[in-house]
Structures are given as C-alpha cells and as structure tokens.
C-alpha cells in the first residue's frame, strides 16, 4: 500500500505563488506516476499534472500550461507542484493520486487552495 500526505494548500492573492507538496510512503516502488487533480465546488475533478515516478516524464492540463511545474524529489518521496501566476479560477482543494502496478490507485486527503482577487 501507498500512503500519501498532502501539504502547502493556503491562502495567496492573484498573481502569487504557493507549492504544493505530496509525500507518499510504504511501498513505492509500485508508483508508477503521481497525478495531482483539483476540485472547485459544483465543478468535476480536473486533471492540472502528472509525472512518471523516477523519470522526467510529464503532463499538464491546458488551464495551468505554462504556470505549474510539477517535479520528483526522489530522497524525499515526495511530488511538488509549483504554481504561478495563480489566478482565482484556480481555487479548488488540490489533490495528489498514486498510480500503482497491479493495485488501485491511492489518494491523498486534499488541500485547501484559494486565491483572492
């Protein structure tokens, strides 16, 4: 199993940055990629990045090209998400998703992120 804790959710104004932070523990080697998603109230889950777990490979929703960077920090196990040039239609709870071999994917409880005009 795979666990995964999410950190660095808050409060910015437009324009600013935060980076978010995914941590995951117990048997990672069976990531495969780590996929963060984001939910605004009364809208579907989003897709905003992914990235192949011990490779450079990447994707990005097209409402965050260009202004997220997500990336691996393998001593830490943990997948960080940049954000820039936050806009206030990027307010959602942000969560992270591991895909593993063989297994369901697990997530991560969430993070508040809200951005004011």
């Known amino acids: 199993q795979v666990q995964l804790v999410e950190s660095g959710g808050g409060l910015v104004q437009a324009g600013g940055s935060l980076r978010l932070s995914c941590t995951a523990s117990?048997?990672?080697?069976?990531?495969?990629?780590v996929v963060w998603y984001r939910q605004a109230p009364g809208k579907q889950r989003e897709l905003v990045a992914g990235?192949?777990?011990?490779?450079?490979?990447?994707n990005y929703g097209d409402a965050v090209k260009g202004r997220f960077t997500i990336s691996i920090d393998s001593a830490e196990n943990t997948v960080n998400l940049q954000m820039n040039s936050l806009k206030p239609e990027d307010t959602a709870v942000y969560y992270c998703?591991?895909?593993?071999?063989?297994?369901?994917?697990?997530w991560g409880q969430g993070t508040q992120v809200t951005v004011s005009s």
């Open positions: 998703a591991a895909d593993i071999y063989g297994g369901p994917r697990s």
């Open positions: 117990g048997s990672i080697f069976s990531i495969s990629q």
């Open positions: 990235i192949t777990w011990g490779s450079d490979s990447t």
